[in-house]
């Protein structure tokens, strides 16, 4: 096996693929402002403890805010583009559950690269993600770690997907407050990509996770 993260063959382009593509800076202020919107009013509705009127009306003016968006819609599997101003390029999925920027699901999770050369990022999970009373939900956690291991492939040009995953819940992960995420690839041996990530509250690991991400083939690539 070894350590070397660096790609033997071109980042795939999603185009090559037949997959739409936006940039995401032509995401407009609008929409993510909207994104935002949603994600506090899901925590919301999962805790308001309103009346049946204030229910009924809230009901309608969302009824009202669905019909309004009702029309044409990105493409499943639309992909979006990240441009870093050294003149590299990144790609994620549109509406990802963790990461995607129109995804009001998302929590979100940004990552960036380090000095140390590890994929980091702060998020902050609310009680939407609740799985015991107070703490995060196990399988929540497992699709934060599995997104940052992703993420960890992606960034060293070995996009994949996961064969395997590997948890271990070392503490209780509280909501509502900044977690940290790191990740990083470990070692390659053919199409497998061996990465490690970590979920750490005020410096302590919580949760962390090692997965197996075995490289999706460019058209006309052996693979090997
Ligand atoms: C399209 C355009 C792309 C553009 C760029 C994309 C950027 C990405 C975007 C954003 C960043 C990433 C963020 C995402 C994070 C979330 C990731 C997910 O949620 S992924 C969804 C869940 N996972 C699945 O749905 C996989 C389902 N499984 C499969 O499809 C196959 O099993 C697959 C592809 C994993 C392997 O199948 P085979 O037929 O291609 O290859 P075989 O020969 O079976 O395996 C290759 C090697 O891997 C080992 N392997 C396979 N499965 C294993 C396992 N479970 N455990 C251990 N090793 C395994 C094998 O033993 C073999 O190893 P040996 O080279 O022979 O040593």
């Known amino acids: 096996m ?10 795939p382009d999603p185009r090559d693929f037949g997959l739409a593509v936006v940039a995401e800076e032509d995401l407009s202020d609008e929409a993510l402002a909207l994104v935002q919107e949603v994600r506090a009013l899901v925590d919301t509705v999962a805790h308001t403890r309103a009346g049946a009127d204030d229910l009924a009306a809230a009901r309608a003016a969302v009824a009202e805010a669905r019909a309004r968006l009702d029309g044409p819609r990105h493409d499943v599997g639309t992909m979006v583009r990240h441009s870093f101003p050294d003149g590299r390029v990144e790609w994620g ?14 929590m979100p999770l940004r990552l960036e690269r380090a000095e140390d050369g590890d994929l980091r990022g702060t998020t902050v999970l609310n009680g939407v993600y609740q799985g015991p009373p107070g703490l995060v ?13 992703g993420s960890a492939a992606n960034a060293a040009g070995m ?9 271990n819940y070392r503490r209780p992960t509280p909501l509502n407050t900044p977690v940290e995420v ?11 990509v061996f990465v490690a ?3 750490r509250h005020n410096g302590e690991v919580t949760a962390e996770g090692t997965a197996i991400m075995v490289r ?6 052996s693979g090997s």
């Open 2 to 11: 070894t350590v070397d993260a660096h790609p033997d063959t071109e980042i």
């Open 197 to 199: 990530a970590e979920i």
């Open 182 to 192: 790191s990740a990083r690839v470990t070692g390659t041996e053919r199409r497998k």
């Open 159 to 167: 996009p994949g997907l996961t064969a395997n995953l590997d948890v």
């Open 93 to 106: 999925t549109l509406t990802n559950a963790v990461a995607g920027p129109t995804n009001p699901l998302a």
């Open 216 to 221: 999706i083939g460019l058209p006309g690539d």
């Open 137 to 149: 939900h196990g399988g929540w956690l497992a699709a934060v770690l599995d997104q940052a291991l």
